[in-house]
């Protein structure tokens, strides 16, 4: 059956060498494995154990998935018996063991709420060295295109359960991801990771996957998990902090809006930046809303300001919020003068034309709109990323009708996200703020009705002057400063920057 527990191929028990407690090998792939009880990583050699350390404990990221659960990929059934959890620059993800039904293995990666299934891939040349792969550049692979998306140093932090590799702790090491074109609906992407950690460098295939498609048993209780906060205080004014999300990376103090780093998790030196001039989220933290099927509460706000290359002395504003779902992880709403937007990343790479002017996206064409510099200027709330002031990012917006998609480019990554406008009514209805229904108007304000030509009555325009004094009223703090805050509804402008773009957040996978 297709959720059956998967059948040991061999089963092995022995005494643990570190603490006598007994440890098991429910998988023949497996070579490694962490004791419970005293987390010493035990190695097997034949029917010898050994133990060759101690592995540091697990970051409790609240994942739903859980040693023992079991799914069905591919028609085959699986069991998660190990996990592998890894940092990079802006954050972790978690690489989850599972052992197929035949016997063999595969990893189902999590990265805050996204997840990808992928066995390990034979390929029919040398790999060039890890440098090699430049980010946005376009590559062959056993024959098929590749865009890379991603050339990070990574370092394992943490392990659990049955292995059949492992890295050594803490030791950085090259991991390159590239994706695959996805130019129709028959193919999302693919996602092709390079791991440099051993050599010959281990490459493996994987595609996109949501928890309900892996219709898997044995998940945590979401109802009984105790939600636990991490308490600390605020190394600038000392107030009482707590971050909801264990994935957080980044927070700011309610109290005085200064941006806290928490990379180096809660009891290590806490960086912080002093942030002036906030700005108030017009959907409050907190908020709770029913987007695209499913209920998402807003935890972060960032608000960007874009420049032109063209005139690099013209700046324009937009916001983002960021939305999170348990099972879904998060998607981003963005506000900006040409109206609202909801956006998530693309696995797969997007065709895009040799002069950049047309992408290609499951079948749609969009044209570019707009090229420009991206910085972040303020951030309250939560990220899954570790977000910066002065953080910046050149990005590339196209259009096709009401569908978007974004390109944002660091150094060491390329992210693309594709999503569609949202008119100010649905916001205000979805997040019951239909109190706020002016505030939240963009361009996308219909014409009054009662006429056939609404731009020419008088209260057309009384209404477009009260709405823009509004807008200035209620998101700019009385001497707007443009570098620091989103003045440009005060101008009106057409162009409002990005519909997708978030700054180094789409991780690993």
């Known amino acids: 059956m297709a959720n059956e527990t998967v059948a040991p191929q061999r089963a092995y028990r022995a005494p643990c060498p570190g603490c006598g407690a007994p440890v098991n090998f429910l998988s023949a792939q497996s070579t490694h494995t962490i004791c419970a009880y005293c987390q010493s990583t035990v190695v097997r050699k034949g029917e010898v154990l050994a133990r060759i350390g101690k592995m540091a404990e697990l970051f409790d990221d609240h994942s739903l998935l859980q040693l023992g659960a079991s799914g069905s990929w591919n028609g085959q059934s699986f069991t998660l018996l190990g996990r592998l959890q890894y940092k990079y620059g802006e954050g972790t993800w978690s690489e989850w063991h599972a052992v197929l039904g035949d016997g063999s293995s595969a990893f189902l990666s999590e990265d805050n709420g996204a997840y990808v299934f992928t066995t390990a891939q034979p390929v029919q040349r040398n790999l060039p060295a890890a440098e090699r792969f430049r980010v946005g550049a376009i590559t062959a692979i056993n024959g098929q295109s590749f865009s890379v998306a991603s050339n990070q140093l990574v370092a394992l932090v943490a392990a659990q359960g049955e292995l059949p590799r492992l890295p050594e702790l803490g030791r950085s090491f090259a991991m390159v991801e590239l994706r695959s074109e996805a130019a129709d609906a028959k193919s999302t992407g693919e996602v092709l990771s390079v791991d440099y950690s051993t050599q010959p460098p281990s490459v493996s295939m994987g595609r996109s996957v949501q928890l309900d498609e892996l219709k898997l048993t044995g998940l945590k209780d979401n109802a009984s ?39 180096q998790g809660i009891g290590g030196e806490l960086k912080h930046a002093v942030q002036d001039e906030p700005i108030q989220p017009l959907i409050p933290l907190g908020t709770v809303g029913m987007l695209q099927g499913a209920y998402w509460q807003v935890v972060g706000f960032q608000h960007r300001m874009g420049t032109e290359p063209a005139d690099p002395d013209e700046h324009f504003g937009w916001e983002e919020y960021l939305l999170y779902n348990a099972k879904r992880g998060f998607i981003f709403l963005v506000d900006s003068t040409d109206g609202w937007s909801v956006v998530k990343p693309t696995t797969g790479a ?8 047309t992408a290609t996206y499951l079948g749609t064409h969009y044209q570019l709109k707009e090229s420009y510099t991206a910085t972040t200027n303020y951030v309250v709330g939560e990220f899954y990323w570790q977000v910066q002031r002065t953080q910046k990012t050149e990005n590339r917006d196209y259009r096709s009708g009401k569908s978007l998609l974004s390109s944002e480019r660091s150094a060491h990554e390329l992210t693309w996200s594709v999503g569609s406008t949202i008119d100010s009514a649905t916001i205000a209805r979805v997040f019951k703020l239909q109190t706020d229904k002016a505030a939240l108007q963009r361009s996308d304000v219909g014409p009054l009705s009662g006429s056939s030509n609404p731009l020419m009555r008088q209260e057309f325009w009384v209404f477009i002057v009260v709405v823009l004094f509004f807008l200035a009223m209620t998101r700019c703090s009385p001497n707007c400063d443009p570098s620091v805050e989103n003045c440009s509804s005060s101008s009106y402008r057409s162009s409002g920057g990005s519909y997708g773009g978030f700054s180094s957040g789409g991780g690993h996978k």
Not at 233 to 238: E, F, K, L, R
Not at 350 to 357: C, H, L, N
């Open 225 to 263: 998990k105790e939600e636990k906060g991490r308490q600390f205080a605020c190394p600038n004014c000392g107030a009482t902090l707590e971050a909801l999300l264990l994935t957080t990376q980044s927070m700011s103090c309610k109290s005085c809006n200064t941006l806290i780093d928490l990379s």
């Open 350 to 357: 997007p065709v895009v034309s040799s002069s950049q002017q």
